[in-house]
């Protein structure tokens, strides 16, 4: 085989042990960079896998006992401006997206490109939204679990008990709250990117109404060119009054 068509071989995912064996057994230089790349590239793959598979363990042991189980998660306490988002996912066993993680660790095009995917294999996916005037009226963190709560009752299957990070939703169903649960369940982690998308694209609308502060880019957060418009133009009806420095032009 010449290096190209080695190179497109293992380029594949069905190279088989016989192939793998002659390959190594090539005395060109090529062929053996090829081949250790591909190692390398077959390790992380199976190290992803792995850590995905671990992150199932916390479904397990409600699908066990036939029941279904939810993972809750938000996004959207920290910035100045626009709701709290909150989503709620079911999937099962057959869930199969492994890069599905924590979408902090993700990249905003990873993170677009999973989202459909899965709302295409969960079992069912819901959202919650609290709006500014509620933040300002409850505190965050209350809007934040009410949202969640939300986002609970609006899923059109009703989970036996949820999984949330580091929260406790207001509805009566058992709950197992994780610290830093979008790293160690992939049903938190499903619902972390859902309502990091759904947040994304609504403060990119809301950019549109408001295009000096640029929310398409910041998402409401205070960057040193949100400040900026914020002393230039004054909050909008968007912003969460009681957040500093916002609340400074209610004084």
């Known amino acids: 085989m010449t290096i190209n068509e080695i190179k497109e071989l293992l380029a594949t995912t069905t190279v088989s042990a016989a192939e793998l064996t002659n390959l190594a057994a090539d005395p060109r230089a090529g062929v053996q960079k090829l081949l250790a790349s591909y190692q390398k590239r077959q390790a992380k793959m199976a190290q992803k896998k792995a850590a995905f598979e671990r992150?199932?363990?916390?479904?397990?042991?409600?699908?066990?006992?036939?029941?279904?189980?939810a993972g809750v998660d938000e996004v959207g306490r920290g910035p100045l401006a626009g709701p709290v988002v909150?989503?709620?996912?079911?999937?099962?066993?057959?869930f199969d997206?492994?890069?599905?993680?924590?979408?902090k660790k993700?990249?905003?095009?990873k993170r677009r490109q999973l989202y459909p995917q899965i709302i295409?294999?969960?079992?069912?996916v819901?959202?919650?939204v609290k709006g500014p005037e509620v933040i300002d009226q409850i505190n965050i963190y209350e809007a934040d679990r009410v949202a969640m709560?939300?986002?609970?009752?609006?899923l059109d299957v009703r989970?036996?008990?949820l999984l949330v990070d580091a929260m406790d939703v207001p509805v009566d169903l058992p709950q197992v709250e994780l610290i830093k649960g979008d790293a160690k369940s992939n049903s938190i982690a499903a619902a972390s990117i859902i309502a990091k998308v759904f947040r994304d694209d609504l403060m990119a609308d809301y950019a549109r109404l408001y295009p000096e502060y640029h929310f398409e880019l910041n998402a409401g957060y205070g960057t040193k060119e949100h400040i900026a418009a914020l002393k230039q133009f004054g909050p909008t009806p968007i912003h969460r009054k009681t957040f500093a420095p916002v609340s400074d032009f209610f004084k």
């Open 159 to 161: 989970p036996d008990a």
């Open 86 to 94: 909150t989503a709620a996912v079911i999937i099962d066993e057959d």
């Open 120 to 124: 295409e294999q969960a079992v069912s």
């Open 149 to 154: 709560a939300q986002a609970v009752n609006n």
């Open 55 to 69: 992150r199932f363990d916390y479904e397990r042991s409600f699908w066990a006992k036939g029941q279904t189980v």
């Open 106 to 109: 993700l990249s905003m095009q």
């Open 126 to 128: 819901a959202i919650g």
């Open 97 to 103: 997206l492994i890069e599905v993680n924590d979408s």
